[in-house]
DNA sequence: CAGGTTCTCTACCAAGTGGTAGACGGACGC
DNA sequence: GCGTCCGTCTACCACTTGGTAGAGAACCTG
């Protein structure tokens, strides 16, 4: 029996209801229940429920930062086969763990201090995400824009598409095998028109 | 001294609160207190927290509903000028009242029943935006895809950003009347072409 | 074995949660 | 003047919140 260290497990159950319900909603106690502890062992791993707040945005941001990269360095020259790339990269991980994309989406409810440690994780990979797409604008590869307000368009898309499985299931769409894939596929078609040159 | 009813008022209250936060974090006392009443006032309007979180959710939808299909009736037949018009009708009460959005987004959160009441109230809209977007695709005005998933990805593109100011600061952009003014108009150049044929 | 360290636990606490019961006062038709 | 609504209020309820204090078990190291 491996059984995964009780810290590990709180992180993991955390990142879930955090993500699925918001920061505020969910208790300490719940947590707890849900790893199947006592809140108070909960305290002992982390002191205070903001400190616990700021080591699951530190995980989850390691862990999508982590993916993209790989994704980035693994693909192609041309643009819009790297964009495709990271897409495919993210869309999984969103996709089996929707709770990750949903914290991120609680940023905006969160103290601004841990917003300001948050961003200065991922401002690198901004970065050099809005540099490239400028680049290829230059050389006439993508469309011709504002290379930040794109990055984040492009952003609110993809988290948009995979936290509010309600505005889907509105459309009709069903979360099984094929319906994923055929979002997916619409997703990368999405994107891709809306930055080609 | 006109003086608002206090039924409306707690209403206002609650869509920015809840909006801005998330149902389940706010709590009656804080809108009683936001309103300048107790909150046995509030139980007296709404008998329940469930039925305030109800009666919230049909005054968005209403108020939505109403922006939306006034924008699709005035504007033009080029479908990516209505589109656009759609666009700047939704995007003006989006970013002056951004809860508007976030309550939209509180969705995945509530009680499946309060959901579904929604979803019909929204439900002929949707369809009829659907079937616009396919009966112009077959036209060729606009790009070949499926049209369910194609309204769910600009939905979520438009919400997304709009209810994410945390992601355009990360990417440098400021709130002010230039940027709004250049954020609305890469929004509609990301849809334009997103959706042109 | 003793003595410390590491971890989880029980027992509390003050403050806040959604909600009930019912008193108070003012406006109304009679 | 008199009852009767209407809207807001105080008082209270059982329960949950984040957090403290400290007991006790299981483990090392000597």
């Known amino acids: ?16 209801l955090f993500g699925f319900r918001g920061v505020e909603a969910v208790s300490l106690d719940e947590i707890a229940r849900a790893v199947g502890v006592r809140k108070q062992s909960l305290l002992y791993w982390f002191p205070s429920k903001e400190a616990l707040v700021a080591a699951v945005l530190d995980t989850v941001a390691d862990e999508l930062v982590v993916v993209i990269t790989a994704a980035i360095r693994a693909s192609d020259d041309d643009p819009l086969v790297r ?6 990269a993210v869309f999984g991980p969103a996709v089996r763990r929707p709770a990750l994309l ?14 300001e440690r948050l961003r200065s ?8 995400c809005v540099a490239y797409l400028e680049s290829e604008m230059e050389r006439g590869r993508l469309r011709r824009a504002d290379p930040r307000l794109v990055a984040a368009l492009a952003y609110a898309t993809v988290t948009g598409i ?36």
């Open 1 to 16: 029996m491996p059984e995964r260290p009780t810290r590990d497990r709180i992180l993991d159950e955390a990142v879930d």
């Open 83 to 88: 964009i495709d790339a990271v897409i495919r």
């Open 102 to 115: 949903g914290l991120v989406r609680e940023l905006g409810r969160l103290d601004p201090e841990l917003v």
């Open 121 to 128: 994780r991922i401002a690198p990979l901004v970065e050099a």
């Open 162 to 197: 995979a936290t509010e499985p309600e505005a889907l299931e509105t459309v009709g769409w069903s979360r099984d095998l094929a319906g994923l894939r055929r979002l997916r596929d619409e997703l990368r078609g999405f994107i891709r028109a809306a930055l080609a040159p």
